[in-house]
């Protein structure tokens, strides 16, 4: 509850008299509600949790501290409804809110104002108890591949390969999967968020896999490259997976609680670029995790914000050639007082298959 008075309390200093919560993510970060319909009105005093008939019953488990409000009407009206018999003048909304939703809160007698971020800023640095829910999002993650590894091999679909990935990580506890498995060969490697095909591995493919395990919510997001033996132009396969690992080791050390998401980014590209594949590295070097698979901080050339013990993020810097494959190493870190800490596991030393 410390983050909903905290919200609260910043009422004033925003210019609002009231604050609706209506991302699913953050009702579930400010209530710990794990259905997919609901939002929360905060005043002053009063916090309000709006959801539809189907979660009665979970929403009187999983909710306490806030008044329920089961919603007999449109949302928009149940919502207005109750800011009016509050004295709500301005409602404060989250941006990300849609246009039409948006519109269905215009209403005579209360102005609404959009707030940028409120509740994301608060879930970049995560608890204790958030971390090892993570850490256990990784555990998954990493012994459903391992799973599925023995099974990289010539002659073997990507899209064969990305189901029985998606299959393992749901053996293994996952209950979401919060993004389409990448699993890439050869040439389409060289596209960062490439989409499993019919495409078989071929001797002296890159192979390249990028997915996500969860755990109580909370994901994970981790990349690994392979290379199959035999092919041509094997030594300049060889020098692309050197130079993304070298920028991958060195963007992790320069992880510390003084450094910025533009400094760690900066770190990886210049070694790239140094390599004169500069051309070729077009993403962000990562992104926060945690309820949502890409959230704050941003570590990229836009990433300014000076990071900050218990955030985690990925570090996963990339080279992609057209027409030869792409390489890209994905670790998520954790920032602790000193430094930070690797909490993928999994080898990250080139294996020729």
Known sequence: ????????????????????????RNVRYLTGFTGSNAALLITGRERIFFTDPRYEEQSKREVRGVDIVIERNERPKDILEKARALGIKTLGFESTVSYAFYRSLLRKGIRVKGVTNLVEEMRRVKSALEIKVMSKAVERAEKAFLDVK???????SERHLAMQLEAALKKRGCTEIPFDIIVAAGKNSAMPHARPSDNRIKPGDFVMFDWAGEAGGYFSDMTRTFLMKGGREHAKKID????VLNANVNAIRSVHR???GRMVDKTARDIIKKAGYGDYFGHGTGHGVGLDVHELPRISR????TIRP???FTVEPGIYLPGLGGVRIEDMVLVERQGCR???SLPKKLEIL
């Open 240 to 243: 692309i997976y050197a130079t």
């Open 1 to 24: 509850m410390k983050h909903i008075h905290a919200i609260a309390a910043s009422l004033a200093l925003r210019d609002i008299s009231g604050m609706l919560i209506s991302h699913i």
């Open 342 to 344: 690797t909490l993928t």
């Open 302 to 305: 836009f990433g300014r914000e």
């Open 150 to 156: 023995p099974y990289i091999r010539p002659g073997v």
């Open 310 to 312: 218990g955030m985690v």
């Open 258 to 260: 003084e450094s910025t």
